[in-house]
């Protein structure tokens, strides 16, 4: 099956601060989604970005599919960015997602 | 997006009883719904395909006559945890994919078996 990697496994950022979030797969994709998942547990989409550029807010992404990755990039970092943020793939349309290992975020005042 | 339900959110059980799990997409309908188990600090794994009018897909290792599944209708999918165990204790979470492809996920229901 399909190997999702992210990277860090961990992030430490002082509020005000940019990062850049990696997310790696194995093989080709048609679906690939970025999820930040909350506190309680609930899992906020935050892209559905197969291919090319997206932005939403301090939020952007990209998903270079020829070379099997994605990054998520958050811009003045807010202490309500924290959490863990999820990268999935899926092969094809109404598919399975294979979830990465998740990269916890912590932004500190 | 989508909005997805789950009930109930949590539940605390006796083991070796049965737990039902509901998930209904409130503002589309599915064919296809996904679970999913999450264990604390870790990632979230496939625990079967809901067909609507047909038989789940279960991923290899995850018991289909413990963990059944009824897709009764295009918005609603159950779970049933039969006979659960302290190690049945999990996160659960169903999500539904849209005809673009994305997916959207409930808000998950929090098993606690004793």
């Known amino acids: 099956g399909i190997q999702v990697e992210q990277s860090p496994p961990d992030l430490i950022l002082q509020e005000g601060a940019n990062s850049t979030l990696r997310c790696n797969f194995s093989d080709s994709v048609n679906n690939l989604q970025w999820f930040h998942q909350n506190p309680w547990g609930q899992l906020i989409n935050l892209f559905y970005i197969p291919s090319g550029t997206k932005q939403n807010g301090r939020l952007s992404a990209t998903t270079v599919a020829t070379e099997r990755y994605s990054l998520l990039y958050i811009s003045s970092s807010q202490t309500t960015d924290s959490g863990v943020y999820f990268c999935?793939?899926?092969?094809?349309?109404?598919?399975?997602?294979?979830f990465g290992k998740g990269i916890t975020l912590s932004v500190r005042p | 997006g989508a909005v997805v339900s789950q009930h109930p959110s949590w539940v605390i059980c006796k083991s070796g009883t049965s737990v039902k799990i509901e998930c209904r997409s409130l503002d589309f309908q599915a064919t296809t719904m996904f679970w999913y188990r999450q264990f604390p600090k870790q990632s979230l794994m496939l625990m079967a395909t809901s067909n609507e009018g047909s038989k789940a897909t279960y991923e290899q290792g995850v018991e289909k006559d413990k963990f059944l599944i009824n897709h009764a209708s295009l918005t609603l999918s159950t779970l049933t945890v039969t006979s659960a165990h302290p190690e049945d204790s999990s996160f659960y979470i169903c999500?539904?994919?849209?005809?673009?492809?994305?997916?959207?996920f409930g808000p998950g229901t929090r098993l606690t078996v004793l």
């Open positions: 999500s539904v994919p849209k005809a673009t492809n994305e997916q959207f």
């Open positions: 999935a793939v899926g092969p094809g349309a109404n598919s399975k997602l294979t």
